[in-house]
């Protein structure tokens, strides 16, 4: 009698399970989250967007190793089965039984398909047997090949990868067909626990991983002995894991304007091919010479301040700690730095701090800071286009604070933000020297002949939105603008007095087969905001700045190319910011550097000893790729 019971009631289960595993929509198999690669002005990918950090590919785009290293690990049986593999749930079950719960689940490639597609998470026996019947399921409908394609470009690699297009980018910088043997195997490797033994996690536990995926290739015949040996003996190299999540300013802020295209949905789900104004080899150099300049002035002796070192090291503890919510933002110097094509307005370079993952406020675009004495060229500017010129004559002499009004009230108009540390007043010189030495009662001076408004809306035609204060100190840069406003004002003096209409990051969407989604359909406007004249006079004056003046380092220790370039420091009241901004006939690049909370950096903290060797680094690179021209004059 109880044979009879049981026998009706795993009949009744096994009908009902049949039941619910035809429900299935096998279609989902096919339905990934895929991300969208965003790809610089050469093409070259530089980042993504996604939930799930995905990029589906065909079968024939997977290296057979991978495939074979996949079946030697997950499923040796996988070409024999139809769905399960009988010998190895016994052999489960019977080490389930011993252990009073599922310990062990034999599940085949196309049983771990059927659990990830359709959220098959909870361990019970029958949630195991519903898995089986969806695995005979899915082998009724798809061949082997396609079983295998759905399956590697679904599963889990660690480290947010999900695909092994995906992973064998973020881990090893490459597409998945181009992965050796090793790398085939590491990835193989680490299906069973991805986090634990993902390289980046724990290199010599993600290597006996891959060593077992090795010696099982070679006991079931995919590879020789010869090849496993080779392969056991190289390193796992693997790039950088921030670069792998795409975690920079620049990726940041296309993902924003990518959403405000498309849609969020579409933007992180549909896998676009994002097309970019960026030039990655300019942007890497720009990072790099960020970094390394910054920390060099965080070795100074008379810099006292929290360092990116000891910030990153607090950080990487509390990460480790799960305690992130109690971690204070960073206090350290930060930098930020954006480069403009002069014709289009397209944003080569996009640096808006030190550290994305540190920090995600966007310095270069959103920053409000004083500019300081780059402010300078937009007043002389003013004071040109009413008639004065590079050779008229100027007083250089004390001032009464009151009438600029730079750190107070009283008292006379120090050199509050000189650009050397031998400063002093100099008296009658001509406006040309007045602008390249960066000299400041001069300034104040040519201002007030030109007028405040004049200024103001010089500065407002030039691009500069931010409220500027009609006040006298403005002309010394006191009041606070964007680092890309400022670059976009400057290309001004080498068009020849216009600019573009606005500075942008995106030029196209497209469908992975190449439809267009969206499309920038920018017209070139140009807004005309100086005569020519105006604009090449002030030019030529930093041209001298570079040559002779405040910028001259530039060529004596930095190392800038013979170009035809011209630029100006920039120094904030109190040393609290140091900027430069410059260009070439192609190119125009602003670089700016100061803590988030205004303070002193150091006494003597100069435009040319911190922003200016930074600028250089790129302005070098911009030429080898987009060689500059004369600036003709007009």
């Not at 749930?89 to 597609?117: D, E, P």
């Not at 020789?224 to 300013?249: D, F, K, L």
């Not at 700690?321 to 370079?349: H, R």
Request: aromatic fraction near 10%; hydrophobic fraction near 40%; include cysteine.
């Amino acid at each position: 009698m109880l044979v009879v019971v049981l026998a009706v009631y795993v009949s009744s289960l096994v009908a009902d399970l049949k039941a619910q595993a035809r429900a299935f929509d096998l279609t989902k198999l096919e339905q990934m989250e895929s991300a969208s690669v965003i790809l610089d002005r050469n093409g070259k990918i530089f980042g993504q967007i996604y939930v799930e950090n995905r990029e589906t590919v065909p079968y024939d785009q997977l290296p057979p190793d991978l495939i074979n290293a996949v079946v030697a690990v997950e499923d040796a049986k996988f070409y024999q089965h139809h769905g399960y593999d009988s010998f190895g749930i016994i052999r489960a079950a019977l080490k389930n039984l011993t252990a009073g719960h599922v310990r062990q689940g034999a599940s085949t490639i196309t049983q771990q398909l059927a659990r990830n597609s359709f959220s098959l998470k909870q361990k019970t026996f029958r949630r195991k047997l519903l898995e089986i019947f969806l695995a005979q399921r899915i082998e009724d409908n798809f061949s082997k090949q396609k079983i295998m394609e759905l399956y590697l470009n679904r599963i889990y690699f660690g480290a947010g990868l999900y695909g092994a297009e995906a992973a064998s980018r973020g881990y090893f910088g490459k597409p998945a067909r181009e992965m050796s043997l090793s790398e085939c195997a590491t990835l193989a490797g680490l299906i069973k626990s991805p986090n634990r033994l993902s390289p980046w996690t724990d290199r010599a536990t993600s290597r006996e991983a891959r060593d077992y995926a090795l010696d099982r290739m070679r006991e079931i015949g995919f590879i020789s002995r010869e090849q496993c040996t080779n392969a056991r003996g190289q390193e796992i190299v693997v790039g950088s894991r921030q670069n792998a999540q795409g975690q920079t300013y620049a990726v940041d802020y296309i993902r924003q304007q990518v959403i405000a295209a498309v849609g969020w949905d579409r933007a992180i789900n549909e896998g676009y091919r994002i097309q970019t104004t960026i030039d990655v080899d300019l942007q890497k150099i720009a990072e790099d010479s960020l970094r390394a300049n910054l920390e060099q002035i965080e070795q100074r002796p008379d810099y006292n301040h929290q360092t990116y070192a000891q910030y990153a090291a607090s950080f990487r503890k509390a990460k480790a700690n799960g305690t992130m919510s109690n971690q204070p933002a960073p206090e350290y110097l930060q930098g930020a730095i954006i480069g403009l094509d002069n014709a289009t307005g397209d944003i080569l370079v996009l640096v808006g701090g030190r550290d994305f993952e540190h920090n995600q406020y966007n310095r270069a675009l959103q920053a409000r800071r004083p500019a300081g004495t780059a402010m300078l060229p937009f007043v002389y500017a003013a004071a040109f286009e009413k008639g004065m010129y590079p050779g008229s004559l100027v007083e250089d002499s004390p001032l009464d604070n009151r009438a600029v009004m730079i750190g107070g009230t009283t008292g006379i108009l120090g050199e509050w933000g000189p650009e050397s540390a031998e400063n002093r007043y100099e008296g009658t010189m001509t406006a040309r020297q007045a602008l390249a030495k960066s000299k400041n009662g001069a300034t104040v001076r040519i201002g007030m002949d030109a007028g405040v408004d004049a200024v103001l809306q010089l500065c407002a035609a030039a691009g500069i939105h931010s409220p500027l204060r009609p006040y006298p100190a403005t002309f010394l840069g006191s009041s606070e603008v964007t680092l890309a406003e400022l670059a976009l004002a400057y290309t001004v003096f080498p068009n020849g007095g216009w600019r573009p209409n606005v500075s942008h990051i995106l030029e196209r969407i497209e469908e992975k087969d190449g439809t267009l989604v969206w499309d920038a359909k920018r017209e070139s406007i140009r807004k005309l905001v100086t005569k020519p004249e105006t604009a090449y006079e002030v030019h030529s004056c930093l041209a001298d700045a570079l040559e002779s003046g405040t910028g001259k380092a530039a060529f004596t220790e930095f190392g800038l190319k013979k170009i035809p370039a011209a630029g100006k420091t920039g120094t904030a009241y109190d040393f609290t910011d140091a900027l430069f901004a410059g260009y070439d006939s192609n190119f125009t690049c602003a670089v700016w550097a100061g803590f988030d909370k205004p303070q002193k950096i150091y006494r003597g903290a100069f435009g040319r000893e911190l922003a200016l060797p930074i600028w250089v680094d790129i302005m070098n690179a911009a030429a080898t790729s987009y060689p500059p021209r004369e600036i003709k004059q007009p």
